[in-house]
């Protein structure tokens, strides 16, 4: 979460410098209460300065509606905003679906040259998900800096933040994320 163009640039500045490092850019623009996160104009510092430099980008649905405008509500609306944000910016993006209805938790990714893949998951009951998207983007940015592949980071990243689901933290009466190192 980083605020501000000021706070933008100085990131995109030591991730220049530092091209070798796979970044994974979690828009976080959008709290889930609705909430902006971001000043009006880090929104488009984020875009210009981040997203070419992103190995990955990997907004929320609500994150996903600041940049085009509009939100999924569906899968089939999830596919055509991740072809379209990929295309758009020229760099793989992960549209995270834990904010779609229903039983299933679908992720999709979309690669500027078309190719798409999904990943489903049952949600877990019970458990307190916030933080599990920016969870998974940090799991996939660990995993892509071990030298995986994109796909294998996003499954191995989309693994812990289950096992973390599954063996959430009991506290005060509510279970949260167990961040497992």
């Given at each position: ?8 640039g ?5 991730l220049r410098e530092?091209?070798?490092?796979p970044a994974v ?16 104009e880090?929104v488009?510092a ?7 430099l ?5 907004p929320?649905l609500?994150e996903?509606a600041v940049l085009l ?7 089939a609306e999830?596919g055509v ?14 549209l995270?679906g834990?904010h ?11 690669l ?24 998974l983007?940090?799991?996939?940015a660990?995993?892509l800096a071990l030298?995986?592949?994109l796909?294998e980071?996003?499954e191995?990243?989309?693994?812990y933040?289950?096992r973390?689901l ?8 509510r279970?949260?994320i167990?961040?497992?190192?």
């Amino acid at each position: 979460m980083l605020f501000n163009a000021a706070i933008i640039g100085a990131v995109a500045g030591l991730l220049r410098e530092n091209r070798g490092v796979p970044a994974v850019v979690d828009p976080v623009m959008v709290a889930t209460s609705g909430a902006a996160l971001l000043q009006p104009e880090a929104v488009a510092a984020v875009v210009a300065q981040l997203f070419p430099l992103a190995a990955l980008v990997t907004p929320n649905l609500d994150e996903t509606a600041v940049l085009l405008g509009r939100r999924p509500v569906d899968e089939a609306e999830m596919g055509v905003a991740a072809s379209e944000l990929a295309r758009r910016f020229g760099v793989p993006f992960l549209l995270k679906g834990g904010h779609l209805r229903g039983d299933e938790l679908v992720d999709l990714l979309a690669l500027p040259d078309g190719r798409c893949e999904r990943w489903v998951g049952a949600r877990i009951a019970g458990v307190d998900t916030h933080g599990s998207g920016c969870t998974l983007s940090s799991a996939i940015a660990a995993q892509l800096a071990l030298g995986r592949t994109l796909v294998e980071a996003i499954e191995e990243g989309r693994a812990y933040l289950r096992r973390g689901l599954e063996r959430g933290v009991a506290l005060r009466g509510r279970k949260f994320i167990a961040h497992l190192v």
